[in-house]
């Protein structure tokens, strides 16, 4: 495992990277602030994959993590983290403007949204307040999980949401359920451990795309706190 850190960013900030298996290296953010740790991660692998380097095929990106796959008859671990960590020195300080923004009608609470009151409660909100805080301002998807789900972050309830004590056995698709820090759109029914605060008639990874907007146009929210628009952002910054 070897240690570097990126003079463009927080002091504070290093990345570890170690190999993965024959044919990765894996590549880990480490910063107190788990919105910084992201931010690295984002901004990491924009970096390698506008020069990819020589023998990688892929970049993958989880919450805190980047993955450089290569081929190993072309290249080997020692050559890939030398390149990793020269991606680190010239590292932006901030992610590329840009990207995708979808507006997905949501209804939350109710029969459509049974954990949005538990939510609230673990939190100490109102209700509304919960609802607010997932249509006022965009989220960010930070990858595809799976079955191609949306994990997205950028909603502030003053801490990480817990999971149900009792998972469901059965939640629909197109659900918007919390996790962690964390929400996501579920593209197939299934279980979940996850509190469902409501339900999108359409999914962002459907066929039928939620409605698309230009990144610069102004984000919108209307309606009650039955129904509102959950507004997202996707980009290659923002994987």
């Known amino acids: 495992m070897t240690t570097a850190t990126s003079p463009n960013t927080d002091r504070i900030s290093t990345f570890t990277t170690e190999p993965y298996g024959d044919a990765a290296v894996m590549v880990h953010a480490h910063h107190p602030d788990p919105a910084a740790r992201r931010s ?17 095929h892929d970049v993958v990106s989880g919450f805190e993590s980047v993955l450089v796959e290569f081929d190993c008859t072309l290249t080997a671990h020692p050559h890939v983290e030398q390149a990793v960590r020269a991606a680190l020195r010239t590292l932006p300080t901030k992610a590329r403007a840009g990207g995708l923004l979808f507006e997905i009608p949501v209804v939350f609470g109710g029969e459509y949204g049974p954990d949005l009151t538990d939510v609230a409660a673990e939190h100490g909100l109102t209700e509304q307040a ?38 469901r056995t059965r939640v629909e698709r197109g659900s918007l359920p919390l996790a962690g820090p964390n929400a996501l759109l579920y593209p197939v029914t299934g279980p979940t451990g996850r509190r ?10 459907s066929r039928s795309p ?7 146009a102004p984000a919108t929210a209307s309606g009650s706190c039955a129904s509102r628009q959950l507004t997202g952002t996707h980009g290659p910054t923002d994987p």
């Open 130 to 167: 919960v609802v607010d805080a997932y249509t006022t301002h965009p989220l960010t998807i930070d990858l595809l999980g799976t079955a191609m789900s949306p994990m997205m972050h950028g909603a502030d309830l003053g801490g990480e949401t817990t999971r149900r004590a009792e998972p």
């Open 196 to 205: 469902v605060i409501g339900p999108a008639p359409r999914s962002a990874s």
């Open 210 to 216: 939620a409605t698309r907007r230009s990144p610069t």
């Open 40 to 56: 690295l991660a984002r901004r990491l692998r924009t970096a390698l994959l506008d020069d990819l380097p020589y023998g990688a």
